[in-house]
């Protein structure tokens, strides 16, 4: 089965990955700008980090015939830094037209700091003015719920923001409702030893309904699965779940969310030549 990843940090993984997803089924992924393991210390750093995202990494994904998608910002672990923060959400103009840029993210909280909103609502201002879609990083363990309804709030508070293009990541079983009942598309990420496994997803799948609902590996530093979706496959098969109905999660979800952006310029696997 054909699938698409939403949310993967293919800066972290080896060129043998792309070699494994693209054998599994993989066609097309995107790839939100994120945290290099250490803070960077100039908006300069962010400028080359960009210019990995947007030419580097598509000609990586498309030797293996894998359609590459980025999104730009500073990410939460990093917004500590407001004066830094604004360098970079002013840089970050040069780069969305470029080919292949879906929007603004993944931007969100960490630790639900003050400075941590400031820059968030500096970044929704960007993507409110220049027309983009967004995807949002909600924080870990104990502060994701707190740091989830903080987000949430924020962004029900700006009547701009069209949900249908907004979607907020990570979400578990204690925050896919909130999300969902506010009229975002909501994330559910695989992780083998934290967020969400393949199970568990499937169960809010059930619980919950396919709308508005993607599922991704992160596939980033610390201990992750870049085949994780394949997982959540077997997972719905091996509960009699129709291949429509997993289509719909893994392949048609994501098309009909990003297809909102002006840089989804997809090629679907079905009529390459």
Known sequence: MYYIDPHIHMVSRTTDDYETLAKMGCVAMSEPAFWAGYDRGSVEGFRDYFEQLTAFEPKRASDYGIQHFTWLCINAKEAENVELSREVIAMIPEFLDRPGVLGIGEIGLNK??????????????????????????????????????????????????????????????????????????????LYPVSKCTPARAVDMIEMYGAERLLVNSAGDWGPSKPTAVPDFILEMRRRGHTEQAIRRVVYDNPIKFFSQSRGFVFDPPEVRS
């Open 112 to 189: 639900n700091t003050r400075n941590e909103s400031i820059v968030f609502l500096e970044h929704l201002d960007l993507a409110m003015k220049t027309g983009e879609q967004i995807l949002i990083h909600t924080p870990h363990l104990e502060d994701k719920f707190q740091g989830t309804r903080m987000i949430l709030d924020m962004l029900t508070n700006d009547s701009r923001i069209d949900r249908s293009r907004v979607l907020v990541d990570h979400v578990e079983e204690h925050t896919v409702e909130l999300v969902l009942n506010e009229g975002f598309w909501a994330g559910m990420t």
